[in-house]
């Protein structure tokens, strides 16, 4: 882990490498923290130990998110008071917890915290949500499925390694794989997936880890998982998609996500629109109106009054 050596520093580095918090910190003058950050394929990852703070997802924040959003938080030392409206769930170290963040939220941390991250975007059906929503679950002790998963974290945020596309996407299933089963063995009730909830989930993944190669078609996306395209579809019927469907709607998330973000003033729309897809800026504005019930232009225009 990398120490970082001012409070404003270590702000800085956590909402433009990591996720748009708030930090307050309690004691300024003392303050110190140390953290490591690794994405992979649009898994955020973090370790982090630090003195006595609070962090908040604001509704400002939420608001410019692009589409929902989930974290896990392991708790290995210090102790952790997490808040989402009128939910407060208290964190002891050895115990993990699954949350919605993107819903206004605090999380108090005790001096000398030490705690790993995981953070990702989901769909609106995910099951993920679900579970993340306010009353669903509590903490969880950091046993077998779940400690596999950290593990798998801390070894890709420890090793400095190039990977492949299809590489991360490998690590990314994994790892929803076994935090799927820390839940499922913590939920009563819930009925494992079945192949089709898994081919689903396993196709998304792909389709996410890909959203600028515009080659890949509904029959090349099927041949890649070892499916019939009939059973592709099939899977996608579940969530009431189909695989060119989801691909847009992450597609134009993705374009959205971009333009709110803090470059967005400057990204030249014509280009964005060839990046993921679209056969021209008209078609992009098109598609991006019928999503959203605005243009890129008006979107952009919005952002730069609020900015003034």
């Known amino acids: 882990m990398h120490p970082t050596d001012s409070v404003n520093g270590w702000r800085e ?34 370790q982090i130990r630090a003195s006595e703070h609070v962090a908040r997802m604001t509704d400002a924040a939420c608001q410019r998110l692009a589409q929902p959003c989930i974290k896990v938080l392991w708790l290995h030392q210090g102790q952790a008071a997490y808040r989402q409206g009128n939910r407060k769930v208290a964190l002891e170290p050895g115990q993990w917890l699954l949350y919605e963040a993107s819903r206004p939220y605090s999380l108090e941390m005790s001096d000398c915290a030490h705690f790993t991250v995981l953070f990702s975007h989901v769909s609106p059906n995910d099951a993920w949500l679900q579970r993340g929503l306010p009353g669903k ?27 492949q596309a299809r590489t991360q996407m490998a690590f990314n299933l994994g790892l929803r794989a076994l935090l799927d089963a820390a839940l499922q063995d913590e939920t009563p009730g819930v009925a494992r997936q079945g192949g089709r909830r898994h081919l689903l989930e396993e196709a998304k993944a792909c389709l996410l880890a890909h ?40 597609r134009l998330l993705r374009c959205r996500e971009m333009l709110l973000g803090e470059h967005g003033a400057h990204l030249n729309l014509t280009h964005l629109a060839y990046e993921y897809g679209f056969a021209d800026a008209a078609h992009f ?12 232009s008006q979107a ?9």
């Open 211 to 250: 959203l600028t190669d515009t080659r890949l078609s509904s029959d090349q996306l099927a041949e890649r998982l070892g499916v019939s395209r009939r059973a592709l579809y099939k899977a996608f019927q579940a969530d009431k998609e189909t695989p060119q469907s989801f691909q847009l709607t992450q």
């Open 300 to 308: 952009r225009r919005q952002l730069r009054a609020t900015q003034a």
């Open 285 to 296: 504005s098109r598609a991006y109106k019928r999503q959203f019930g605005e243009s890129p």
């Open 13 to 46: 580095s956590i909402q433009q490498d990591f996720f748009p918090l708030d930090l307050q910190v309690i004691r300024p003058d003392r303050f110190q923290v140390e953290s490591a950050t690794k994405v992979r394929a649009g898994s955020h990852m973090a």
């Open 137 to 163: 679950l509590g903490p969880q002790p950091i046993e077998e499925a779940a400690r596999l998963a950290l593990d798998m974290i801390s070894s890709a945020l420890n090793q400095d390694l190039h990977l």
